[in-house]
């Protein structure tokens, strides 16, 4: 199957000779969630802003379902809803008729009932009348979605959808997201939040410096990253591992002090309960515990900040 949206030696540079996108190649599946990962000015908003035709590549070209960006504009960019970071919206003007207007804008005929479709969904329909002025900076956001999704749009782009927004509203997106899914939209979001990516994505792409170092399923990377680390921090420093404990998977460290015990997070049983046992019946006593997972933060630290860049 055709990629909904084919990236092809994609580059910027800005007028003032900043080159914010070194050359992006990158196929987005129909139907998926893509999130695009990537730390401040690592040219995330750049790159949509080149798919929705608001800034011009300085390379390469975008194709949306076959039709290039540039040349078949209209058609284009019909097929795309852009939810963009900042807030813009007529303050003066009813929920309602941004939302419609916006739909007015890329052709389409007026459909009072898909408008108060997506107004529900967004649990936007009690404010419908209300004037953009008095809601909400979360409202406000969810006006935005709708307005993106009023045209009915197959590719729908959220650019740090839940920046600075509330747990709730965070989790009202993404649930959101998944229903837009389940009809079919691909959604694309770029996010610095690791978390967002890990909970929502389907595929990752991390994005730093203007180059895009990893594109991958988000399964394969929690797979590579699956692993968890138990610190058992000890009473009385050990001279070396004993022999007995030779099932598990540890090691000694901090000059005998600190046994790190690496299990698997996805396997049902950790066997920690198992190793407390034996240390007990070792007679080896505990100070402190603690466990740390190995995340997809982890990898995406890892990737944004390698020495030789840091030179
Ligand atoms: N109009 C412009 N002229 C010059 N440089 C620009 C312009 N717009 C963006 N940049 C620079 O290009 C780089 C990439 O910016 P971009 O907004 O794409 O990053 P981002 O990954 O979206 O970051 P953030 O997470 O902060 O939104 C930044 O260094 C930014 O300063």
């Not at 690592?42 to 011009?56: M, Q, Y």
């Not at 040349?71 to 941004?98: K, M």
């Not at 935005?144 to 997106?173: C, N, Q, W, Y």
Request: aromatic letters at 6%; glycine letters at 8%; a negative charge.
């Amino acid at each position: 199957m055709q990629p909904i949206i084919q990236i092809q030696g994609v580059g910027k540079t800005y007028d003032s000779g900043f080159s914010a996108l070194k050359s992006i190649d990158l196929e987005i599946r129909r139907g998926e969630i893509f999130a695009l990962l990537g730390p401040n000015g690592a040219g995330k908003t750049t790159l949509i802003s080149i798919i929705c035709g608001i800034v011009n590549a300085s390379a390469g070209r975008v194709l949306a379902d076959g039709m290039d960006i540039v040349q078949d504009y209209r058609q284009a960019r019909s097929l795309i809803g852009l939810v963009p970071q900042e807030l813009t919206t007529d303050a003066f003007e009813t929920v309602w008729d941004t939302v419609s207007f916006s739909r007015g804008l890329f052709g389409k005929p007026a459909d009072p009932a898909y408008i108060e479709k997506v107004l529900r969904q967004l649990s936007l329909w009690d404010k419908r009348n209300a004037k953009m002025l008095a809601l909400s900076g979360g409202m406000k956001r969810r006006v935005m979605i709708a307005k993106a999704l009023s045209h009915e749009p197959s590719i729908l782009f959220l650019d740090e959808p839940t920046a600075g927004v509330d747990v709730e509203l965070r989790r009202d997106m993404w649930e959101m997201v998944r229903g837009l899914r389940e009809n079919g939209v691909t959604v694309i979001l770029t996010t610095h939040y690791i978390e967002e990516a890990e909970e929502m994505a389907d595929r990752i792409g991390v994005i730093n410096r203007g180059e895009l170092i990893l594109v991958e399923e988000k399964e394969m990377l929690m797979q590579q990253l699956g692993q968890k680390q138990l610190y058992l921090m000890l009473q009385t420093p050990l001279d070396a591992l004993p022999a007995s404990l030779g099932q598990y998977n540890l090691s000694l460290n901090d000059e005998g002090t600190q046994l790190t015990y690496t299990f698997d997070a996805h396997h049902e049983t950790s066997g920690i309960a198992e190793l407390l046992r034996s240390l007990s019946e070792l007679g080896i006593d505990l100070k402190d515990l603690q466990s740390k997972q190995s995340s997809l933060e982890e990898i995406f630290v890892s990737l944004v900040h390698r020495p030789e860049e840091s030179a």
